[in-house]
């Protein structure tokens, strides 16, 4: 089956660019589903970041649309989050997550990856 | 900005029924989704299209809708069902957006 792991570096300073990478495996990225990029900061409830179809189409939250790019590489398999100008407010676990959509109804986030730990701090 | 709302804390003993609500203005035109998420785990979708349970989760999860509120319904609960629970859905131009949470004890 489908398996999502996240993967980057997990500390990063005030100012500079958060960078993952979500690697699919079990399955293709060029599946009818989107890919997603959810976060968690510490203690705090879940926020969407944004959505990447394989086309290259992608879906942000209006509150980090300036910041955030989410792509995709067919050839790796995998896809990625691009977060600029972070601070601490940034500091969370990020999921990765299949997003089932069919005849243009969506069906939710049914795999999930493990999540990985990003602080930002100096 | 768009928000749904749920309460913060549900507390049921063993066996009995827990019903976690999800309140936002936008639910009647929009299908809402529910996500358990256990400490230290990734969350898991339990319920999607407002009622509809995907496979392998246990028939005691359902859920329902009614104008602006979703509602998730664990019957017989058990303390495995223990966790912090989101509802999920999307404003008016289909922007996702996650419900803050309720954490669900078992007593």
């Known amino acids: 089956q489908v398996q999502l792991q996240e993967s980057g570096p997990g500390l990063v300073k005030p100012s500079g660019t958060l960078s993952l990478t979500c690697a699919v495996s079990?399955?293709?990225?060029?599946?009818?589903?989107?890919w997603s990029w959810v976060r968690q900061p510490p203690g705090k409830g879940l926020e969407w970041i944004g959505e990447?179809?394989?086309?290259?189409?992608?879906n942000y939250n209006p509150s980090l649309k300036s910041r955030v790019t989410i792509s995709v590489d067919k050839s790796k398999n995998q896809f990625s989050l691009k977060l600029s100008s972070v601070t601490a407010a940034d500091t969370a676990v990020y999921y990765c997550?299949?997003?089932?959509?069919?005849?243009?109804?969506?069906?939710?986030?049914?795999?999930w990856g493990q999540g990985t730990t990003v602080t930002v701090s100096s | 900005s768009y928000e749904l709302t749920q309460p913060p804390s549900v507390s049921v003993s063993p066996g009995q029924t827990a019903r976690i609500t999800c309140s936002g203005d936008?639910?009647?035109?929009?299908?809402a989704y529910w996500y358990q998420q256990k400490p230290g785990q990734a969350p898991v979708l339990v319920i999607y299209?407002?009622?509809e349970r995907p496979s392998g989760i246990p028939e005691r999860f359902s859920g329902s809708s009614s104008g602006t509120t979703v509602t998730l319904t664990i019957s017989g609960v058990q303390a495995e069902d223990e966790a912090d629970y989101y509802c999920?859905?999307?404003?008016?131009?289909?922007?996702?957006?996650f419900g803050g949470g309720t954490k669900l004890t078992v007593l």
């Open positions: 997550a299949r997003v089932v959509v069919a005849t243009s109804v969506y069906y939710g986030m049914d795999v």
């Open positions: 079990g399955g293709s990225i060029s599946s009818s589903n989107w």
């Open positions: 990447i179809y394989h086309s290259g189409s992608t």
């Open positions: 936008a639910l009647p035109k929009q299908y």
């Open positions: 299209k407002d009622s």
């Open positions: 999920q859905s999307a404003d008016s131009s289909g922007t996702r957006v």
